[in-house]
């Protein structure tokens, strides 16, 4: 077994993995795409500007070389936005040998057609290639800090995820494995939607009350769509469903929440991006997650004016009002 792993992505997330795994006593390349930032990292020996304070052990590099990255393991975490997650992988393939495996810690979906993410890893590598996902309520400065933390790894390869398990796996950070990877996926991605939709709630000053049905609710979108695509049920009231859920919508360490409450406080939602000033996956998955909701014939109110008010104008009070006088039926 291979006691070392290269993360690309020098983000927040990403450096949190790398942290972790340096900490576990593995041998750890972090590659991130901006040369400068790689040298800012290197000279500082932290990440001041997503994780400051939290100093780096001596088992973690840095570099801006895929081609290094590539020669360094063939065991490789990648956790960049989902935007950029496919170029990605299409700049390392012609670099890697033909062991390689795949993991990834990136939550969304295909901006081009809105498939599952192990989809582009199968296309890009062959789908024989080991993949793998990590996902659960998880905040990178919490994981960088090592405050005890759980998460699931899922993939249809037992001995990679067990693998990869083995290296994430400490006194602080619990690793479960998992084979619903489509499950695991829609639930990390689709979460984000539901985070947005919270936060607009909270920032139009609605209450607790609001946000509970808002979480049970969203609870139940994710569920008809994870199902659609492949994913169990089960796989939802687990870690990387219900677990993300509830994290990313209740505290201001997310970025999507963050967003949706200075919508609801009446900021544009230029304004709500430049303000948070890191990627908000939210966005992009409310498109993506209405165009499926669409396309499958899927009832998911609440996705569906997130997406309203963020692509077509729709006042949030409003959106909150269409959802309110939805027609009364049962709750299943």
């Known amino acids: 077994m291979t006691n070392k792993i290269a993360v690309l992505g020098a983000g927040s997330w990403g450096t949190a993995l790398a942290m972790l795994a340096a900490r576990n006593g593995c041998e750890t390349l972090l590659w991130g795409h901006n040369s400068a930032h790689i040298e800012t990292l290197k000279y500082d020996r932290e990440n001041k500007r997503y994780l400051p304070n939290l100093p780096f052990n001596d088992n973690l590099t840095l570099t801006s070389d895929l081609a290094e990255v590539a020669a360094f393991s063939d065991l490789i975490l990648v956790s960049v936005p989902s935007h950029a997650f496919k170029d990605t992988l299409q700049k390392l393939k012609p670099l890697v040998s033909e062991n390689v495996k795949i993991a990834w810690a990136t939550k969304g979906f295909n901006k081009e057609n809105g498939g599952l993410l ?70 990390g991605a689709v979460k984000n939607v539901m985070a947005i939709a919270a936060g607009i709630a909270d920032g139009l000053g609605f ?79 409310a498109k993506q997650t ?26 949030p009070r409003e959106a909150v009002q269409n959802l309110l006088a939805r027609e009364q039926k049962a709750e299943s």
């Open 118 to 187: 192990h989809e582009i890893v199968a296309e890009v590598f062959g789908s024989e290639t080991p993949a793998a996902l990590v996902s659960g309520p998880s905040f990178a400065k919490e994981v960088a800090a090592d405050l005890p933390t759980a998460i699931a790894i899922a993939s249809t390869h037992p001995e990679f995820a067990a693998q990869l398990a083995t290296i994430l796996h400490s006194d602080r950070f619990r690793a479960y494995t998992n084979s619903d990877l489509i499950g695991v996926e829609v639930g």
């Open 207 to 285: 209450g607790a009350n609001t946000r509970a049905a808002l979480i049970t609710r969203g609870m139940t979108e994710i569920m008809r769509l994870g199902i659609q695509l492949g994913g169990k049920q089960d796989t939802f009231m687990g870690l990387a469903g219900l677990g993300d859920l509830l994290l990313t919508c209740t505290d201001n360490q997310s970025r999507n929440r963050r967003f949706g409450l200075a919508l609801g406080q009446g900021k544009t939602r230029d304004e709500a991006t430049q303000e948070i000033g890191q990627e908000i996956e939210g966005v992009s998955a």
């Open 290 to 315: 209405y165009l499926l909701a669409q396309k499958f014939g899927i009832e998911m109110p609440i996705t569906e004016q997130t997406y309203k008010v963020l692509y077509e104008g729709l006042d």
